[in-house]
């Protein structure tokens, strides 16, 4: 039988409900505006990231304003991913509802070895940070039965998925990889307990990784030009992600959703047009 939703306000879209956040580094990642907005709506979570990224960022320091346990994690171990679902579901006070997936780091991009000259232990370390961990998370909550039936775990991706964009680099192949997982899981999890599993697609925002990219600045510019809407920011991104962790979305899985100002479905806007003409007739 069809359950009739029934909300008093939307402040409080994740009331009662259980979350892990993983990716928060600093006041910039998109993580970290989605931690606080899940809070102010309701939501008890706990964060984690890696030692190093606990040390050198400002992880405690959201953790303390939101009442999150921080718990250090590299996202490619299993042992680690394991600590946080056991240690999340003890301090939260039982299964987990909702999980963000928002990491993403690659070697070739920080050493400079261009898409054509990749260094491939530096590509497999690309592939097992920014998109094997997704499986590897999720392969742990269902193997541990960490999840609430109808949770929602999410994603924070790229259209250079489906698009080349010159300079991304090895990332292109892993958020490819990403998106293919929140597929595959998305059948295998929804089945066993109706957990739903989605790829959010983000405008280009300036943030550590975001900006670790050779061009960050003429891809942002770009993608502002073309979107109708202009880009979607960090902000922007934690709104979304609420509804997609709330009960409002029940029935939407294995999706790439993309949250991008209209940009994936342009071809050319009047603003970009105009610079174009603009600099061939000073040519
Ligand atoms: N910034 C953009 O323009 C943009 C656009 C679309 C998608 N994304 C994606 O959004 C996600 C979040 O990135 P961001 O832009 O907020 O940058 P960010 O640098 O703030 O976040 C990246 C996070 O990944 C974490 N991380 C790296 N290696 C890890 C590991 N082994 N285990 C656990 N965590 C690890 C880092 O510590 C950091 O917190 C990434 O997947 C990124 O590719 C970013």
């Known amino acids: 039988m069809h359950q009739t939703l029934n909300f008093k306000s939307m402040d409080g879209l994740l009331k009662g409900k259980r979350g892990i956040i993983f990716g928060a580094l600093d006041e ?16 008890k979570i ?10 050198f960022g400002k992880v405690k320091e959201l953790g303390q304003k939101l009442n999150a346990e921080v ?10 991913l394991e600590q946080v679902f ?20 690659s070697l070739n991009i920080r050493k400079k ?40 775990i999410v994603a924070i991706t790229y259209i250079a998925a489906q698009r080349t964009f010159d300079r991304y680099n090895d990332m ?46 003429v891809f942002y510019q770009y993608a502002d030009k073309l979107s109708p809407l202009g880009n979607a920011d960090a902000d922007d991104l934690a ?16 999706q790439n959703l993309y949250h991008d100002g209209g940009f994936s479905s342009m071809g050319m806007s009047d603003e970009l047009m105009q610079e174009i003409s603009n600099k061939l007739n000073k040519d």
């Open 28 to 43: 910039k990642s998109m993580a970290w505006h989605i931690a606080e907005k899940v809070v102010e709506h309701g939501a």
């Open 46 to 55: 706990t964060l984690s990231n890696t030692a190093m990224a606990i040390r």
């Open 71 to 80: 718990i250090p994690a590299d996202a490619t171990n299993i042992d680690d």
């Open 86 to 105: 056991t240690k999340s579901m003890d301090v939260l006070g039982g299964k987990i509802d909702f999980v963000l997936h928002s990491i993403g780091m």
């Open 113 to 152: 070895r261009p898409y054509t000259d990749v260094n491939y232990d530096f590509y497999m370390k690309t592939l097992d940070i920014s998109a094997i961990s997704f499986h590897k998370i999720i392969q742990t909550a269902y193997k541990l039965d960490a999840m609430n039936e109808w949770g929602s």
């Open 172 to 217: 292109a192949d892993a958020k490819a990889l990403l998106e293919s997982i929140a597929r595959s899981w998305g059948y295998y999890y929804g089945k066993k307990r109706k957990v739903r599993i989605n790829t959010v697609s983000q405008s280009p925002t300036p943030t550590t990784a975001g900006q670790g990219i050779d061009g960050f600045d």
């Open 239 to 254: 709104n979304y992600v609420v509804t997609l962790f709330s009960d409002l979305t029940r029935k939407v899985t294995m």
